[in-house]
């Protein structure tokens, strides 16, 4: 069957960094996305890879490696804007995103 | 409008009702999607549709139907609704003539079913 496997909740202090693991297993790999989703509102887009490697975005950052199935997500610098769920999806064989269930960070100040 | 619109925002709903959720985008975007997403599990796809005319079934497709008479439009109807269909209910499109399919989200229609 197809995966998304992501820790539940992390908590981090402002100012820190911040690592989100996510590792799948799915039928065809097309990319890898991850979404911010602020309680209550719809999920919006971050990032995107489908090479491995590192993707940089200002303060967030996404690295991939398709041989291990893994991608994590790096928040530096954290404010408290930055408590929200990311959401970790791949996009399979056939164009769909499978997600995975979030994970809740938590930013204490 | 700007983006994804979806009515109405919330609804309460007596078990047995039919109830349609609208979704309407302005971006022109080829595919649209409906997911539902609950406490402790991630966006589960209930029905897609790659363009106008056509719809398909994902993940979750029973008791929920879709139709796609244009571009622009996707309501998604509920027959007969069950409390197991109680749930936040997302639509999103996407353009699939990019390099990758970054999907845009309306926000949301909260439904309560007793």
């Known amino acids: 069957g197809q995966n998304i496997d992501q820790p539940t909740e992390m908590t981090a202090t402002e100012g820190a960094i911040v690592q989100i693991n996510c590792t799948y297993q799915t039928s065809g790999f097309n990319g890898l996305f991850w979404y911010q989703q602020h309680a209550g509102e719809a999920p919006t887009f971050l990032s995107y890879n489908v090479l491995d490697g590192l993707e940089e975005k200002g303060r967030f950052s996404s690295f991939l490696s398709r041989s291990k199935g893994y991608s994590y997500l790096l928040l530096k610098e954290l404010q408290m804007k930055d408590s929200a769920s990311y959401l970790c999806?791949?996009?399979?064989?056939?164009?769909?995103?499978?997600w995975g269930a979030g994970t809740k960070l938590i930013i204490k100040p | 409008i700007a983006g994804i619109t979806q009515a109405p925002t919330s609804q309460i709903l007596a078990a047995g009702r039919r109830m349609t959720l609208r979704c309407t985008q302005d971006?022109?975007?080829?595919?649209m999607y409906w997911y539902r997403q609950d406490l402790g599990l991630g966006l589960r796809l209930i029905h897609y549709s790659n363009t106008a005319g056509t719809t398909g079934k994902g993940e979750v497709p029973d008791g929920y139907s879709v139709s796609r008479a244009n571009t622009d439009d996707f309501p998604l109807t509920l027959a007969s609704a069950v409390p197991s269909q109680t749930s936040v209910y997302f639509c999103?499109?996407?353009?699939?003539?990019?390099?990758?399919?970054?999907?845009?989200f309306g926000p949301g229609t909260r439904l309560t079913v007793l």
């Open positions: 971006m022109r975007h080829n595919a």
């Open positions: 999806a791949v996009e399979d064989s056939n164009y769909q995103l499978i």
């Open positions: 999103a499109s996407t353009s699939t003539s990019g390099s990758y399919n970054e999907q845009f």
